[in-house]
């Protein structure tokens, strides 16, 4: 068992990874749960795998559990699914002082957790995130959206969560492809500043992806407290250094709006692609050496992940990809942040950057 703090003022909060943890949760989530009853909020999906094993814990302790099963997938983050969730979460009377329980992926948790912070002016939730990207990103740091017709998580709020309660076993029946997709935000936190867990990524990407429990606990626990610091030091990205969780995410917001948000390509592969595009940009740039490009591209190739425009299924040219960018709700002052290399590990916040010759660029990469 491993527990790491977020450690922010009058609102720090653990995250607990345990294998195993799911069915104790009767006794881990107690404190968070006030008058004998809890509500969970989980997805088609997660309740079909998982939300048996957290009702017969949450059972076993004598509570009364009350159950919304949401649709699976983006379109959940939604002003439709926030609205008709705060209804059920005012129909059965939570309040203030009490804990929603968020069962699921990314999806699942922003979602609760922006209702959770906009209801009675804001209200408690633990996440219980049971896909890797969840759990070893999204469930931490308090970033809570839905989407807009505008864009991707363009309605939201900070509101960190109570507690995180990681069960590396609820791995077991996600998908191969959202495990792999996942991933890619694993490889990110060697990439901004951790050369050395780049390397260890390198050595066991294999056995993470087939699910061994070792490497697996590993990787939740180094990533999570990667997050877990760089949180800390800057809660609500004013400083630049969360900011830096953005690597790979600015190419890869236009790779998934030109794949319409679509299972065509998953956040996750796409910011796999998004990392690879950052490094060779870097290196066309004179930022960083060729060789540090091309050991990214080839490490993520190597776990299955795509690289390249081609292997994301896309032809468009840059100036498209571009226009996709300038919808990035990074943009500040008409200009858009990106996040380039020096070398892996040593990540940056680059504001000077032309797009012109970031049109160029994607025009050779296509
Ligand atoms: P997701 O929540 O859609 O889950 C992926 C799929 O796996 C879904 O179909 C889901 O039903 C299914 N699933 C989840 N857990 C399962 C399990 N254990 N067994 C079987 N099926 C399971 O997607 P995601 O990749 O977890 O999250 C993506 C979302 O996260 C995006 O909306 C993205 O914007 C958001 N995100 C938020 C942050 C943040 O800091 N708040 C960070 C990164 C991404
Ligand atoms: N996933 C980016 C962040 O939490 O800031």
């Given amino acids: ?39 969970v909020v989980t997805d088609g999906n997660v309740a079909a795998a998982q939300l048996g094993r957290l009702r017969a814990a949450l059972d076993g302790a004598g509570l009364a559990v009350s159950v919304e099963v949401l649709p699976p997938g983006e379109g959940t983050k939604s002003w439709a699914q926030l609205a008709a969730l705060t209804d059920a ?27 959770a912070a906009i209801l009675k002016r804001g209200c408690g939730f633990v996440q219980v995130p049971t896909t890797l990207l969840a759990q070893v990103d999204s469930s931490v740091g308090g970033k809570t959206a839905i989407n807009s017709a505008a864009g991707k998580n363009l309605i939201g709020a900070f509101h960190q969560p109570g507690f995180v309660l990681i069960d590396p076993t609820t791995l077991d029946t996600l998908p191969q492809r959202e495990v792999r997709a996942g991933y890619a935000e694993v490889v990110k936190y060697g990439l ?18 087939a699910g061994d429990p070792a490497a697996r606990a590993s990787a939740i626990a180094h990533s999570v407290a990667a997050k877990a610091a760089i949180v800390a030091a ?27 948000f679509s299972d065509r390509l998953l956040h996750g592969e796409a910011v796999a692609a998004g990392i690879a595009l950052a490094f060779r940009f870097s290196a066309c740039a004179g930022l960083c050496p060729p060789g540090d490009a091309a050991r990214v591209t080839a490490h993520l190739r190597a776990t299955g992940l795509p690289v390249t425009l081609a292997d994301c299924g896309i032809d468009a040219d840059g100036a498209t990809l571009v ?22 590990g040593r990540t940056f916040l680059a504001k000077d950057v032309a797009l012109a010759d970031v049109t160029a660029f994607l025009d050779e990469e296509a």
């Fill in 89 to 115: 979460m005012l129909a059965r009377g939570i309040e203030r002082g009490d804990h929603v329980v968020a069962l699921g992926g990314g999806v699942i948790g922003d979602l609760v957790g922006f209702a």
């Fill in 323 to 344: 226009a996709h960018m300038a919808h990035d709700k990074k943009m500040d002052g008409g200009r858009l942040p990106f996040l380039l290399a020096r070398g892996i």
């Fill in 234 to 260: 800057d809660e609500r990205e004013t400083s630049g250094t969360r900011a830096l969780l953005n690597l790979g995410h600015t190419f890869g917001h236009a790779l998934e709006a030109e794949t319409g």
């Fill in 1 to 39: 068992m491993t527990t790491i703090t977020v450690a922010l003022e009058g609102r720090g909060y653990d995250i607990l990874i345990e294998d195993g943890a799911l069915d104790r949760a009767g006794t881990l989530l107690a404190p968070y749960i006030r008058r004998g009853r809890v509500l």
């Fill in 192 to 209: 901004i500043d951790d050369a050395a867990f780049f390397a260890w990524c390198e050595a066991n990407a294999a056995a993470l992806l």
